[in-house]
Nanobody, 116 residues
Framework: QVQLVESGGGLVQAGGSLRLSCAASGISFHLYAMKWYRQAPGKQRELVAA???????NYADSVKGRFTISRANADNTVYLQMNSLKPEDTAVYYCYAYLNVRSEYWGRGTEVTVSS
């Protein structure tokens, strides 16, 4: 059974940092592209950051220079280091794994709240 379990969310003041983790099981993790999405209250889910199986990364313009995505294939884990957090980063953050249209999975999310 495939599981993606996010952790590391919480309440932080503006300007602070958090590191999110997503532990995967039940998949050949090293083959999958991994992504972080977020969904703020009343808004659509949006892509925050992505990392390919080969380690290439890309970011939403709103987080470039502040967030860093990385992966540890030996631990089946993907990370999102979030620095210089802003109130507008407040959202539920979701981990997503993609290999092909028949092999894509979502985690349940972890909540991040940034106070001003």
């Amino acid at each position: 059974q495939v599981q993606l379990v996010e952790s590391g969310g919480g309440l932080v003041q503006a300007g602070g940092s958090l590191r999110l983790s997503c532990a995967a099981s039940g998949i050949s993790f090293h083959l999958y592209a991994m992504k972080w999405y977020r969904q703020a209250p009343g808004k659509q889910r949006e892509l925050v950051a992505a990392i390919t199986s080969g380690g290439s990364t890309n970011y939403a313009d709103s987080v470039k220079g502040r967030f860093t995505i990385s992966r540890a294939n030996a631990d089946n884990t993907v990370y999102l280091q979030m620095n210089s957090l802003k109130p507008e980063d407040t959202a539920v953050y979701y981990c997503y794994a993609y290999l092909n249209v028949r092999s894509e999975y979502w985690g349940r999310g972890t909540e991040v709240t940034v106070s001003s």
